[in-house]
C-alpha cells in the first residue's frame, strides 16, 4: 500500500485535487473534515474544548470563529488545542487505515503537514499551489474571510515556495479543472496507480 500526503497552503486548490484522487479509486483521509466533525455538534471534543476554553462552543458544537480568537496568536493555547484535537485525528486516521486495509494507495489530506513535521510518515508527498495573488484573491472571496485573517494564517503555514522544494509532486492548480486531473492522472501513472495499474 502507497501512503501519500496532500498539502499545500489555504486557497490552494486541495480540496478539488482531493475530490480527483477520490473520483480515481483513492481513499482520501480529510484531516480538516474530522476535525469538523471531532467539534461539530455532539461531537466527542467539543466538552474538553468548552472546559479548556470557556465560551468557545455553543449548541453542543465547537464555535469555530470563538475558538479561532481566543487560540489565535497565543503558543500556549494553541498548543493545548493541539494536545486535545491531534490524539484524536490520529485515532481516527487509524481507523481510516484499518477500515481500506485492501486500497493500493490511500490519500490523507493534511493542511499542516510540514509545519507539524509529518512529512516522513509518508511514501510520496503532493503539494497543490499556485501563484501568491491567485491564492488571495481564492480565500478573500471566501463568506467571513478578511485580509488580516489571512495574514494570521499564512503566517502559521510555510511559504509555498518551501513547500514545492520539499515535494515529490507539485500540482499546479492555476489552469483549468482539465488540467489539474491530467496531473493527478500522471502521479497515478508515475506510482503505478493508473488504469489498470
Same mark, same amino acid.
Given at each position: 500500500?502507497?501512503?501519500?500526503?496532500?498539502?499545500?497552503?489555504?486557497?490552494?486548490?486541495?480540496?478539488?485535487?482531493?475530490?480527483?484522487?477520490?473520483?480515481?479509486?483513492?481513499?482520501?483521509?480529510?484531516?480538516?473534515?474530522? !476535525?469538523?466533525?471531532?467539534?461539530?455538534?455532539?461531537?466527542?471534543? !467539543?466538552?474538553?474544548? +468548552?472546559?479548556?476554553?470557556?465560551?468557545?462552543?455553543?449548541?453542543?458544537?465547537?464555535?469555530?470563529?470563538?475558538?479561532?480568537?481566543? !487560540?489565535?496568536?497565543?503558543?500556549?493555547?494553541?498548543?493545548?488545542? &493541539?494536545?486535545?484535537?491531534?490524539?484524536?485525528?490520529?485515532?481516527?486516521?487509524?481507523?481510516?487505515?484499518?477500515?481500506?486495509?485492501?486500497?493500493?494507495?490511500?490519500?490523507?489530506?493534511?493542511?499542516?503537514?510540514?509545519?507539524?513535521?509529518?512529512?516522513?510518515?509518508?511514501?510520496?508527498?503532493?503539494?497543490?499551489?499556485?501563484?501568491? &495573488?491567485?491564492?488571495?484573491?481564492?480565500?478573500?472571496?471566501?463568506?467571513?474571510?478578511?485580509?488580516?485573517?489571512?495574514?494570521?494564517?499564512? +503566517?502559521?503555514?510555510?511559504?509555498?515556495?518551501?513547500?514545492?522544494?520539499?515535494?515529490?509532486?507539485?500540482? +499546479?492548480?492555476?489552469?483549468?479543472?482539465?488540467?489539474? +486531473?491530467?496531473?493527478?492522472?500522471?502521479?497515478?501513472?508515475?506510482?503505478?496507480?493508473?488504469?489498470?495499474?
Amino acid at each position: 500500500m502507497i501512503i501519500l500526503a496532500l498539502t499545500g497552503s489555504i486557497g490552494m486548490g486541495k480540496s478539488t485535487v482531493a475530490g480527483m484522487f477520490a473520483k480515481a479509486g483513492i481513499p482520501v483521509f480529510d484531516a480538516d473534515a474530522v !476535525v469538523r466533525q471531532l467539534q461539530g455538534p455532539g461531537g466527542p471534543l !467539543v466538552e474538553r474544548i +468548552e472546559r479548556r476554553f470557556p465560551a468557545t462552543t455553543k449548541d453542543g458544537a465547537v464555535d469555530r470563529e470563538a475558538l479561532a480568537a481566543a !487560540v489565535l496568536g497565543d503558543p500556549e493555547k494553541l498548543a493545548a488545542l &493541539e494536545a486535545i484535537v491531534h490524539p484524536a485525528v490520529h485515532h481516527e486516521r487509524t481507523r481510516f487505515i484499518l477500515a481500506h486495509g485492501d486500497a493500493p494507495a490511500l490519500l490523507f489530506d493534511i493542511p499542516l503537514l510540514f509545519e507539524t513535521g509529518g512529512a516522513a510518515a509518508f511514501d510520496h508527498v503532493i503539494v497543490v499551489s499556485a501563484p501568491a &495573488e491567485v491564492q488571495r484573491k481564492r480565500v478573500l472571496a471566501r463568506p467571513g474571510m478578511t485580509a488580516k485573517k489571512l495574514d494570521a494564517i499564512l +503566517e502559521r503555514q510555510l511559504p509555498d515556495a518551501e513547500k514545492r522544494a520539499r515535494a515529490d509532486f507539485v500540482i +499546479e492548480t492555476t489552469g483549468s479543472l482539465a488540467e489539474t +486531473e491530467a496531473q493527478v492522472t500522471h502521479i497515478l501513472a508515475c506510482l503505478g496507480l493508473g488504469a489498470g495499474g
